[in-house]
């Protein structure tokens, strides 16, 4: 069964730090490019990082450069997205979604996790 799992919210304060997961079954997230969204009720999903699956290069939304990692471990089959500073409007859902396009267009999702900033 092919699934991405994301696990590693919570609740944080002001400043702090988290480290969400995505951690693939059922296929090799290496070959993918695999990025981190998050979305707050009333608002679209936007998107908050991004790993390439040919070069790893990396890209971030300016609200989180510099304080952001998005990173891979390939023997654990997982992404990962460090979050160090968080502010109050970092609060959200955020899910990982890994695409592999050719041929065919293979799109995976994950369920989600809360992330909740607060003091």
């Known amino acids: 069964q092919t699934q991405l799992v994301e696990s590693g919210g919570g609740l944080v304060q002001p400043g702090g730090s988290l480290r969400l997961s995505c951690t693939a079954s059922g296929f090799t997230l290496n070959y993918f490019t695999v990025g981190w969204f998050r979305q707050t009720p009333g608002k679209e999903r936007e998107g908050v990082s991004c790993?390439?699956?040919?070069?790893?290069?990396?890209v971030y939304a300016d609200s989180v450069k510099g304080r952001f990692t998005i990173s891979r471990d390939n023997a654990k089959n997982t992404v990962y997205l460090q979050m160090n500073s968080l502010k109050p409007e970092d609060t959200a859902v955020y899910y990982c979604?890994?695409?592999?396009?050719?041929?065919?267009?293979?799109?995976?999702w994950g369920q989600g996790t809360q992330v909740t900033v607060s003091s």
């Open positions: 979604n890994a695409v592999l396009s050719g041929f065919w267009v293979y799109d995976y």
């Open positions: 790993i390439s699956n040919s070069d790893d290069s990396t």
